[in-house]
């Protein structure tokens, strides 16, 4: 395969922002009453805000309408913004700057695929805005992720056929996500968890354009 672009997740791959999705929401749901640890995050990693919101509103029993949903989740939203304003590049994962730096060099794309309507106020924050070739996010797609839609998307912005991207993801529905998109699937975190992926890394400093190459 001939890789022209590489289209990469960003919570959990490019920077870890699960904490802060965490205290917002745990926030959200200790006045709720809802009981909400650590390890249930751990079932929202990729899933979009509503999704999120709606498992935890289920942890309760509860169900809410949707001026309230869109209420709460606002809520969540204002406290999870002051938060994630005190990132900066620090907070970039090590190896990606050298990683995109690679890419960069042997002119192969780099795209962003996410499932936060945040993303664009993140990868600023991190100092990386700039290297993207084209930003694909939670604000431009109807059918969240595990649906292929929002790496088609990038894919489509890059210029690059499905078939010639690979995708890099931490959550089992961002996997099956590429893969429906018609990508080679890496795999961030543990192999047996992401099963559906081609190859699985700890982390993104272990991956090298090298291996990429040989997929
Ligand atoms: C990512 C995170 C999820 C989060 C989703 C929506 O996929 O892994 O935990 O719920 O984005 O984020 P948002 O910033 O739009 O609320
Ligand atoms: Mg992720």
Redesign the pocket.
């Given at each position: 395969m001939s890789c022209r672009a590489v289209i990469f997740?960003?919570?959990?791959v490019l920077t870890d922002?699960?904490i802060y999705?965490f205290r917002a929401w745990k926030a959200l749901a200790d006045e709720l009453g809802i009981a909400f640890t650590e390890h249930d995050n751990e079932q929202?990693?990729?899933?979009?805000?509503l999704?999120?919101l709606r498992w935890i509103l289920q942890q309760g029993g509860l169900t809410l309408s949707e001026a309230e949903e869109a209420r709460l989740?606002q809520q969540?939203?204002a406290h999870?913004l002051e938060l994630i304003a005190h990132m900066t590049a620090a907070d970039l994962y090590p190896g990606v700057q050298p990683l995109f730096a690679q890419l960069r060099q042997s002119g192969t794309k780099i795209g962003l695929a996410?499932?936060?309507?945040?993303?664009a106020f993140v990868v600023e924050r991190l100092g990386i805005a700039a290297q993207f070739d084209y930003i694909a996010d939670?604000n431009q797609v109807i059918n969240s992720?595990p649906d292929p839609e929002v790496f088609l998307l990038a894919a489509n912005g890059l210029g690059v056929a499905p078939q010639h991207c690979i995708g890099v993801e931490d959550?089992l529905a961002g996997i099956e996500a590429i893969n429906r998109a018609g990508m080679k699937a890496i795999g961030i975190g543990d192999a047996k968890v992401l099963s559906g992926a081609l190859k699985v890394y700890p982390d993104v400093a272990a991956i090298t354009l090298t291996n990429l190459l040989k997929l």
């Amino acid at each position: 395969m001939s890789c022209r672009a590489v289209i990469f997740d960003l919570d959990g791959v490019l920077t870890d922002t699960a904490i802060y999705h965490f205290r917002a929401w745990k926030a959200l749901a200790d006045e709720l009453g809802i009981a909400f640890t650590e390890h249930d995050n751990e079932q929202l990693k990729g899933v979009d805000r509503l999704g999120s919101l709606r498992w935890i509103l289920q942890q309760g029993g509860l169900t809410l309408s949707e001026a309230e949903e869109a209420r709460l989740m606002q809520q969540k939203n204002a406290h999870y913004l002051e938060l994630i304003a005190h990132m900066t590049a620090a907070d970039l994962y090590p190896g990606v700057q050298p990683l995109f730096a690679q890419l960069r060099q042997s002119g192969t794309k780099i795209g962003l695929a996410s499932a936060s309507k945040n993303a664009a106020f993140v990868v600023e924050r991190l100092g990386i805005a700039a290297q993207f070739d084209y930003i694909a996010d939670a604000n431009q797609v109807i059918n969240s992720k595990p649906d292929p839609e929002v790496f088609l998307l990038a894919a489509n912005g890059l210029g690059v056929a499905p078939q010639h991207c690979i995708g890099v993801e931490d959550a089992l529905a961002g996997i099956e996500a590429i893969n429906r998109a018609g990508m080679k699937a890496i795999g961030i975190g543990d192999a047996k968890v992401l099963s559906g992926a081609l190859k699985v890394y700890p982390d993104v400093a272990a991956i090298t354009l090298t291996n990429l190459l040989k997929l």
